[in-house]
């Protein structure tokens, strides 16, 4: 297996461009989690999707942050527009059904926004 | 290599008790260490942030501290609930790569 797979795994962008990082969990997977990363704030969980249905949003910093999951092999966070202080690495997770506390992560995107 | 143990692996207490749970890490130069919290069918919830200048942190119930001479961590929970009943994770964030703990499965009985 593959494991989960991250792209961009690097974008460098300019402020008030739209970004979109996106993200395939691993097959037979239902969870899938967004995590956010800053060395100032540590691992933070955005939004996650169970069965593509998105349950928690909570993480979300504002509304210019979205995340999709079209299908079960598929998820897209955006950010529309973009700020210099969204810079960080951005994970993707998923997890079996009921295996919830075996998260498996994916490389991650770092992002910088200029 | 950077491993990152957990002691106990599970833990069963009366509520009303202080606990604490262990986190060893083999590699000291870190840039933070975190602890959080998952609870079932529900993705981490971070607790406290330790960056590597401190050597603790508050935050209600919960007391987390941080040697980092001897690769260790603690997390002190007080006056435990069973709402706290979860599995607890310490995580290392080296920069280039978080290293998770297997985690501390916690029972709450009331």
């Known amino acids: 297996d593959a494991g989960v797979i991250q792209s961009p795994r690097h974008e460098v962008t300019e402020m008030g461009q739209e970004v979109t990082l996106r993200c395939k969990p691993i097959?037979?997977?239902?969870?899938l989690f967004w995590y956010r990363q800053t060395m100032m704030r540590g691992l933070e969980l955005l939004i996650y999707f169970n069965n593509n249905v998105p349950i928690d949003d909570s993480g979300m910093p504002e509304d210019r942050f979205s995340a999709k999951m079209p299908n079960a092999s598929f998820s897209t966070l955006k950010i529309q527009p973009s700020e210099p202080r969204d810079s960080a690495v951005y994970f993707c997770?998923?997890?079996?059904?009921?295996?919830?506390?075996?998260?498996?992560f994916g490389p991650g995107t770092r992002l910088t926004v200029l | 290599k950077q491993e990152v143990t957990q002691i106990p692996a599970a833990l069963s207490v009366p509520e009303g008790e202080n606990l604490v749970l262990n986190c060893s890490f083999t590699?000291?130069?870190?840039?933070?260490l975190q602890w959080f919290r998952q609870d079932p069918g529900k993705g981490l919830t971070s607790l406290l942030l330790?960056?590597?200048?401190?050597r603790e942190q508050t935050s209600g119930r919960l007391n987390a501290s941080l040697d980092k001479s001897s690769g260790r961590s603690t997390l002190y929970i007080a006056a435990s609930q069973p709402g706290d009943s979860a599995t607890y994770l310490c995580?290392?964030?080296?920069?280039?790569?978080?290293?998770f703990g297997p985690g501390t499965r916690l029972s709450v009985l009331p």
């Open positions: 997770a998923s997890s079996l059904p009921g295996q919830w506390d075996e998260q498996f």
């Open positions: 590699d000291s130069a870190i840039y933070n």
């Open positions: 995580a290392v964030n080296y920069g280039q790569n978080f290293v």
């Open positions: 097959s037979g997977h239902d969870y």
């Open positions: 330790i960056q590597s200048s401190q």
